[in-house]
């Protein structure tokens, strides 16, 4: 009978999207690729009743799964539920906890468990929830970081995504004629993640924006919207615009920035899309119109319109391209007589028409946005990088936050309410965005203080937790006591302070390994002026350090073997006595040496020497892109004053869970076998991690790659 309820839901459903289904745009975003416009009509109304079909006849798929598949396993409990809280560090909860503040947690802790989460190898997101969602390291599943080196030219590329436009051509035999262009979405995360594992053996799972599942991979039994690198529709990571009747000294904000005009009580400008015919971006009008009396604005663009106040962000609004459209909102940051800022986010991709698969089944993100109006879809949908440049403020960026907030914990109750047997996890992005942004209230002395607020919001981050606990309230009280019912909440690390940059270009150029082009002190971006026939170290991202390496990198010099090993102990031993001459202390706790902690077939292609950072320490933001600078030692004079990408034992995760566990020291990488596990289906060998509730121990090949014993994560 319950089978045949969620089969008589999901065609209802179904049957009610395809009703509203609007024509999905034939359209290609991809970082450097442009967009591909369908300028076909029947290719438009080809792939629109392409879409309606699957979504009348995906419920009976699904249902087909769940018949056949029955009874193939033998789980040990209906549902496992798993709550992300990106960042969440167990020293501030614990903190936090003693105020009296999260009683709901510790109530949790108290009927089952609360254990600090021992992270991955490099402690950063995508390498943490690659973890989280293979059950293996860095070297097995292939992300070492947000960005890695082409080893053919030394420039950056997603370490996660390969997304590009290819010409398509029609082989004749005699000559090979091109017509248009096929595009390419590749995921280069590897190994696979559990829930496709669970699918195989029939069991639902639904995966809401866990991070790195973009492009989304197919699966059977289950639905999955993407997270972390969804682009925005200009095919960036998050490209926001700023319009102003003033004139800013700084010219590079990261963003687009526009000049303009009060007339007539109104601005008019134009929105920068995606690039067109001819690689040209293609633009799209909008106005402004402030009515001084009622103190409102109204915004204008395409066929939509809305009324806000001053420092209020608009609804999503649809944006119109040729081929496509995006969404975004607008706020007004300052009105003052005729002098005025105008943020607007970044143009993200459209959920109900998206220009690209942004879920599983691809219908599912429409359906998503059928049911509760439009939503973020940027994979870093929080604008960190606006508020990096004052562009919007610490209140406009948390008002953000919020309304993003909102948006998944309106998601999670959907998949709770539609998954009553098998796997869900939602990952709320919020508090490791509020923690990067806002931790500089937790120290005083920071110097990103310095001619900022430090009253008005420096209880934040504790309000952000106390909020958090809440949502635990709400989730328990949605899911009740059911026995058969596992509730964890984890994060995929912890956090702590980032006072000081260190750029390790610097450092390598002053040390002698690496080495400039004849008469430059100094390089920009992207190793602009690095000899590379000299050069036998170099860094950029956050996580490590690549050797020059020949045979691997186009111009490598160093030999494999014993010079290798030579030069990498001899670069770990000098980065461990580093320090900083500011304040004398250690800048690096440890030098991780990544053939001895990582056995996995792509340790070849990573960085050689992982950076293990004591706290208050980071790369340099111009150590990130490649960059050699001045000096080595920097102060962070920016709002992303908190960070993890240190010594990942400094950085736990949290994780709670409403059964006790039979491991005292918990590792993020077992919860991949412990899902499985539960739900009858075998673990795999190459797993790496272990089963929280008993039985499984890692391979004994793999003892390397867990994580050393933890320390207590503290401010």
């Known amino acids: 009978m319950r089978l045949l309820k969620r089969i008589l839901r999901l065609a209802a459903l179904s049957g009610a999207l395809a009703a509203l289904l609007a024509s999905p745009a034939s359209a290609y975003i991809g970082p450097g690729a442009g967009v591909a416009v369908g300028g076909s009509v029947l290719l438009l109304l080809g792939t629109f009743l392409m879409a309606s079909g699957i979504v009348v006849l995906y419920p009976f798929k699904v249902a087909f799964h769940l018949i056949v598949r029955r009874g193939k396993t033998k789980p040990k409990i209906k549902r496992l539920i798993v709550v992300g809280l990106d960042g969440f560090d167990p020293g501030l909860a614990q903190e936090f906890a003693a105020q009296g503040l999260m009683p709901n947690f510790d109530k949790l802790a108290k009927e089952g468990c609360f254990h600090s989460l021992a992270t991955a190898y490099p402690s950063i997101s995508p390498v943490a929830w690659s973890s989280y969602a293979t059950g293996v390291d860095a070297s097995r599943h292939n992300i070492y970081d947000f960005l890695t080196r082409d080893p053919c030219n030394y420039l950056p590329v997603l370490s996660s995504t390969d997304i590009r436009a290819l010409p398509r051509t029609l082989n004749l035999g005699f000559a090979k004629v091109p017509f248009g262009q096929r595009t390419i979405y590749r995921l280069l995360q590897k190994s696979q993640p559990f829930w496709k594992l669970l699918g195989a053996q029939g069991i639902w799972s639904s995966i809401i924006r866990v991070p790195i599942t973009f492009p989304p991979q197919k699966f059977k039994n289950g639905t999955l919207l993407s997270g972390m690198c969804v682009p925005d529709l200009q095919g960036t990571q998050g490209s926001f615009s700023f319009y102003s009747t003033k004139e800013r000294k700084d ?27 001819g690689g040209h971006a293609m633009k799209c009008p909008f106005k402004a119109t402030f009515d001084s009396g009622a103190q409102r604005i109204t915004i204008e663009v395409g066929n939509e319109k809305a009324t806000v106040g001053l420092r209020e962000y608009t609804p999503w609004l649809t944006i119109p391209f040729e081929g496509c459209t995006g969404i975004a909102r607008f706020y007004v940051q300052a009105w003052e007589g005729e002098a005025i800022d105008v943020y607007v986010t970044p143009i993200n991709i459209d959920p109900n028409a998206p220009a690209m698969p942004i879920s599983h089944p691809f219908v599912y993100a429409i359906y998503l946005a059928k049911m509760m109006g439009p939503y973020a879809t940027l994979g870093l949908a929080e604008d960190t990088w606006a508020l990096n440049e004052r562009v919007i403020d610490e209140e ?45 209230y937790l120290d005083p002395t920071h110097p990103a203080n310095k001619g900022k607020d430090i009253e008005k919001h420096k209880h934040v981050i504790r309000d952000t937790y106390a909020k958090m606990d809440g949502l635990l309230a709400e989730v328990r009280a949605k899911i009740g006591n059911d026995p058969e019912t596992i509730l964890m909440v984890i994060s995929d690390h912890g956090f702590c302070n980032f006072r000081r940059g260190v750029n390790l270009n610097t450092w390598m150029k002053q040390e002698g390994y690496l080495v400039l082009k004849e008469g430059q002190e100094t390089s920009g971006d992207w190793f602009a002026q690095v000899d590379w026939e000299k050069t036998r170290a170099f860094t950029l991202g956050l996580t490590g350090i690549f050797i020059n390496r020949k045979g691997r990198e186009a111009k490598g010099i160093v030999e494999p073997g014993a010079e290798l090993d030579k030069l990498c102990a001899e670069i770990k031993a000098k980065l461990e006595r580093l320090l900083d001459p500011k304040t004398g202390e250690r800048v690096v706790k440890e030098a991780f040496l990544t053939r001895q902690i990582h056995s996995g077939p792509y340790a070849d292609m990573a960085p050689e020497i992982l950076v293990g950072y004591h706290r208050g320490f980071r790369h340099s933001w111009d150590c990130a892109t490649g960059s050699v600078s001045k000096e080595v030692f920097t102060d962070n004079t920016k709002s992303w004053s908190g960070d993890h990408c240190v010594d990942p034992r400094l950085v736990p995760g949290v994780f709670w869970c409403n059964r006790k566990i039979s491991i005292a020291e918990p590792n993020l990488l077992d919860i991949a076998p412990t899902a499985l596990d539960l739900f009858g289906v075998d673990v795999p060998r190459y797993m790496v991690g272990r089963n929280l509730f008993g039985g499984v121990a890692p391979h004994p090949t793999d003892r390397g790659a867990r994580a050393e014993p933890q320390l207590v994560a503290t401010k």
């Not at 999670?412 to 939602?426: A, H, M, P, S, Y």
């Not at 490791?432 to 806002?438: G, L, N, Q, S, T």
């Open 396 to 440: 406009a960026f948390l008002k953000q936050s919020w309304l993003i907030y909102d948006e998944r914990k309106r998601m999670l109750w959907d998949v709770l309410d539609k998954t009553k047997k098998g796997f869900v996890t939602v990952v709320f992005d919020t508090t490791d965005r509020i923690c990067h942004m806002f931790y500089r």
């Open 251 to 277: 010219k590079h904000i990261g963003g687009q920035q526009y000049q303009v005009r009060f007339k007539d009580g109104r601005i008019e400008s134009k929105l920068t899309g995606p690039p067109g015919k």
